[in-house]
């Protein structure tokens, strides 16, 4: 098993795979998108939409019932671990209209996920990318095979490159890249998903908060 093993991993070959896969990947998408996919890799693991959509929830009720007592202007005063939250209660407690803390959610909003889908993007061009290099790794090594025809010695090792390489882009493509773009692409969508409702439900106490101050500036005008 040991010998089986050590025939099936080729640190040069592995790297060099690696390597070309995210060289091509970097051409299609980017460099930003490079050092945002490899950023991705964190939250990846200690990303938990679930558990960040509760506490927002938990946050917004705070902020809702201090709009209520003391205005939007005393918001700021509830404290929020999450950064998207932070900045979302920062900006509705300094906004004077509500048009403008609905301009600058919108605005985050949309580069939040433009940054998540290109760092999805990054890695599903590895998927993409890996079984074709493997594909190339194949053709050279049979090259290489044919032309060491006339010494025995010669073939194993341009059979072993030939196979190894399609191996390496089919587990460097289904183990590796799909899934860590698919894993994105989740997160990203739940994310997104809990912090559209938590703009919607700050436009709904800011729109609450400013009727009245709406109302008793038409009666003055009046």
Known sequence: MTGLLA?????????????????IA???????????????????????????????????????HLAQLRGLACTDRVKASNP?????????????RVEQFE???E?????????????????????????????AGTV?????MFAAMDDPARIGPAMALALLTTLYGLLIANVLAAPIAARLADLSQRELAWQRALIDRMI??????????RRASIREVA
């Open 7 to 23: 025939n099936l991993f080729d640190p040069l070959t592995l790297a060099l795979m690696i390597g070309a896969a995210f060289a």
């Open 26 to 64: 970097t051409l299609q998408n980017g460099l930003g998108a490079l050092k945002g996919g490899i950023a991705a890799m964190k939250p990846l693991f200690t990303a938990d939409p679930q558990r960040d959509r509760q506490s927002a929830r938990a946050a917004m009720r705070q902020v809702d």
């Open 84 to 96: 998207f939250l932070a900045r979302a209660i920062a900006r509705l407690s300094a906004c004077e």
């Open 103 to 105: 301009i600058w959610a």
């Open 107 to 135: 605005q985050e909003l949309s580069d939040r996920e433009q940054r998540h889908a290109a760092a999805a993007n990054l890695w599903n061009s590895i998927a993409d990318t890996a079984p074709a290099l493997g594909m």
């Open 140 to 144: 050279i090594g049979l090259v290489r």
């Open 204 to 213: 709904a106490v800011s729109r609450r908060e400013n009727a009245p101050v």
